[in-house]
């Protein structure tokens, strides 16, 4: 089936420490996104790729950094530069060729800093 | 910049009709989405409108006016697992084609 997986589902994570969010997809999307969402809020971008070895910063990129080495894959470091990194995560792709806006989502990851 | 206004709570019953409203600023339109997400859960697509008009898939509806800059989500026949939050969202030239996404409505079905 395929589909877009982020991993862990759940993490918790120490002030000061850098953590690594994993985002894959198997849709063969060549666009990939990272988004934010705060309780009772909309998704703000933090970062987006449209090609490989290429990626944009969003509206709320700083605290954060991406790669985008392989085509599947765009893994989120959330640094310890990021003042209020408690929030929920979320991956997405789309077919850049396509004609309307679908974005399939991954089932997010809930970050909790202690 | 852009902006998006939809309503941040709807409460309808059972197999009644809801709308949930959408306005918007931006520069350069080209569609207005919807996306679902249950609590918890991940978004998912529900419609795309480019054009004037209303556009039907099963239940939803979603209805575009570019003149106004407003759109809308109809609901039809409501179901307890239409329980979740609605977010409608823009392309513009201005975010490089990317979304714009409102705050989302919580659509809340009681029995």
């Known amino acids: 089936d395929g589909g877009i997986t982020q991993s862990p589902k759940y993490l918790f994570r120490k002030e000061g420490q850098n953590v690594t969010l994993s985002c894959e997809q198997n849709?063969?999307?060549?666009?990939m996104y990272w988004y934010r969402q705060d309780p009772g809020q909309g998704l703000r971008l933090i970062y987006y790729?449209?090609?490989?070895?290429?990626?944009q910063k969003g509206d709320i990129a700083e605290g954060y950094s991406v790669s985008r080495e392989k085509k599947e894959s765009f893994p989120l470091t959330v640094t310890s530069a990021q003042k209020n990194p408690t929030a929920f995560y979320l991956c997405?792709?789309?077919?850049?060729?396509?004609?309307?806006?679908?974005?399939?989502f991954g089932p997010g990851t809930r970050l909790t800093v202690l | 910049g852009q902006s998006l206004e939809q309503p941040s709570e709807v409460t309808a019953v059972e197999g009644a009709i809801v709308q949930i409203n959408c306005t918007y600023q931006?520069?350069?339109?080209?569609?207005l989405s919807w996306y679902q997400q249950h609590d918890g859960g991940a978004p998912t697509f529900l419609s795309y409108?480019?054009?004037?008009g209303l556009e039907e898939t099963g239940r939803f509806s979603s209805f575009l006016s570019r003149s106004d800059s407003y759109g809308y989500l109809l609901l039809q026949e409501l179901q307890m697992k239409d329980s979740a939050s609605y977010f409608c969202?823009?392309?513009?030239?201005?975010?490089?084609?990317?979304?714009?996404f409102g705050k989302g409505t919580k659509l809340s079905v009681k029995p």
């Open positions: 997405a792709s789309s077919n850049l060729a396509g004609t309307t806006d679908t974005q399939y």
């Open positions: 849709l063969n999307h060549d666009a």
């Open positions: 790729s449209q090609i490989v070895n290429d990626f």
């Open positions: 931006t520069s350069g339109f080209y569609g």
């Open positions: 409108n480019a054009l004037d």
């Open positions: 969202a823009v392309r513009d030239w201005r975010s490089q084609g990317n979304l714009i």
